[in-house]
């Protein structure tokens, strides 16, 4: 599903993360590490958003440094903390990630009432508490026909109910559409919720697969 070639991140001096070699199948990981170790960073260069040395392959074909528009296609991204135009109203915010991912017609309608945010949809998003972001965020990442799903933090700063409907959408688009997805989470993941979740270890500017 995703193959690392002699990947590495630095920051000025600093090695921040280093992959010499590494491919992983398709599935559900819980990326895990103390602060600091390289989550967000792993997350982000994987997303297209920090620029690194080596290549991220996705299924084999599509490296994201030969076809970066056509590997952002099939793969999204949910900051721990995302930021978006103030001004922009959540509607607008998904039309535009709809028509960037080119989603199919009316499909951010299920994601939007299964999450409960259209009473807020028409509002600026500079109104928006946290809570209300973050779910505007995940509804985001789902958009599409991704391939594989980053989702950094996704269980902070959303209630219960919206954790529920979340483990749903990743278990559904998991076993029914054999979406991947990397989880960075400093909170332990339901194992009945996702009992399939392998696991991902980041430390030491090194990254190891366990189960």
């Given at each position: 599903m995703l193959q690392f070639v002699n990947y590495k991140k630095t920051y000025g001096d600093y090695p921040a993360l280093q992959i010499p070699d590494l491919e992983l199948e398709a599935g559900i990981y819980w990326i895990k590490g103390v602060n600091g170790s390289g989550k967000s960073t792993l997350l982000k260069s994987i997303a297209g958003i920090l620029a690194f040395n080596g290549d991220i392959v996705l299924d084999g074909n599509v490296s994201i440094k030969k076809q970066p528009v056509g590997f952002r296609k099939l793969v999204n991204f949910a900051e721990a903390e995302p930021l978006f135009p103030e001004f922009l109203t959540g509607a607008e915010m998904i039309s535009l990630f709809a028509d960037a991912k080119d989603a199919p017609k009316g499909q951010e309608k299920q994601y939007i009432e299964s999450m409960g945010i259209q009473t807020y949809m028409e509002r600026p998003i500079g109104t928006y508490s946290s809570g209300m972001l973050k779910k505007l965020s995940l509804v985001l990442a789902f958009l599409g026909n991704p391939k594989?799903?980053?989702?950094?933090?996704?269980?902070?700063?959303?209630?219960?109910?919206?954790?529920?409907?979340?483990?749903?959408?990743?278990?559904?688009?998991?076993t029914q559409h054999g979406v991947s997805f990397m989880l960075s989470s400093h909170q332990p993941l339901d194992a009945d919720e996702l009992p399939r979740a392998g696991e991902l270890l980041v430390a030491n500017q090194t990254l190891t697969i366990n189960g």
């Open positions: 594989l799903i980053l989702l950094d933090e996704p269980l902070i700063t959303i209630d219960t109910a919206a954790l529920k409907i979340l483990y749903s959408w990743i278990s559904e688009q998991s």
